[in-house]
């Protein structure tokens, strides 16, 4: 069980694993190299991966995650969360809704939600939400359709809520002192990671930006 | 909760909606026509809807059968059942394997299993599952890479099992005898109801077939 303070730790550098932008390397190994460098929570996304896939790299991902001491997420699937037994579930605006949620997930399981407006950012926090994931700050690769959510309104949402928001979207170390500043307590970050040569040197240069 | 007798008089006409093969007719009623013409199953089967349409479309359906004393599955995201509180889920081979959904799912709530060949269905009658699907026995057009199961295994199949077996693939009136003669106690069926301009017509010659 994670108490809230150990939450806000725990989110710091928050390491969004990818098959298609890890550039071959194996989200196990991407999951390691991250860690590696510092990073304090893992989210295992995929919205490809049939159910059965999805279960077994999760197991495979909680372990490395365990060993460290990270926290691990698993995106949408509340399910396959449930049964490899991940720290938690991340639920965008169109996945399961967080009622529906919060009545299959046993008491301390995380549930982050992410939230674009302060409207969304008040009825995670009265729905129970453990945190927020606020964006797509700057624009990102992995998500090209997406509306920018703004350092402004990254500003409002941290300012309006009790819960800890993580800035995500097109974060790297030359604008990570921006979210910060604006009020995220940690980072999510994709590509600025997985996708760098040097996987743990990212992290690491990322987790030093971030007090 | 249903007992094993209650589940096999329930699968005997199970009705699998679908939004692209119902030309145009919504969800929820298609399965009213179905349960008009004696659906005693519905279930809902999407892979394309995110987690929040899903559930919510869980949510009407699993109205419309409950008024109907109709048993209602939702198809391989056991978190949308759950929540929604269908009567069960059905998990493909490639969905979240059985003992996992074992693990999060409460007594009583059923879990059917797609099996096309003996250790399948081996497999999950060892495993707990309360039906198998089992299929494609004729081809189908829902799933038109599906390798054919064939009457024979399916007869194989369920002479091997003491679990009750549901034909699926390619079934309609011309050829529902052939699938109960070898051993199936029900059909299920997407194209030869939710297809058919008189959704309850169709359902009705079907499930005159079953005894």
Do not use: W
């Amino acid at each position: 069980m994670v108490t809230k303070e150990q939450l806000k730790e725990k989110l710091k550098l928050y390491v969004i694993l990818d098959r298609k932008l890890g550039n071959g390397v194996p989200l196990k190994q991407q999951a390691q190299l991250a860690i590696a460098g510092g990073a304090t929570a893992i989210q295992l996304r995929d919205k490809e991966m049939k159910g059965r896939d999805y279960y077994q790299a999760a197991l495979v991902i909680r372990d490395v995650c365990r060993e460290n001491n990270v926290l691990f997420i698993v995106n949408d699937r509340l399910d396959v969360a449930l049964a490899a037994e991940a720290d938690g579930v991340h639920l965008g605006q169109e996945d399961l809704p967080l009622h529906a949620a919060k009545k299959l997930a046993p008491p301390g399981f995380i549930i982050g939600i992410s939230a674009v407006n302060v409207e969304q950012a008040r009825l995670a926090e009265k729905g129970g939400a453990d945190y927020l994931g606020v964006g797509d700050v700057f624009g990102t690769a992995s998500k090209p359709d997406a509306k920018l959510t703004g350092v402004d309104m990254l500003k409002m949402i941290c300012q309006s809520t009790s819960l800890p928001c993580v800035a995500i979207g097109g974060i790297n170390v030359n604008n990570a002192k921006i979210v910060l500043d604006a009020g995220a307590i940690g980072i999510a970050v994709i590509s600025a990671v997985v996708s760098q040569k040097d996987i743990t040197g990212a992290a690491k240069a990322l987790r030093e930006l971030i007090p």
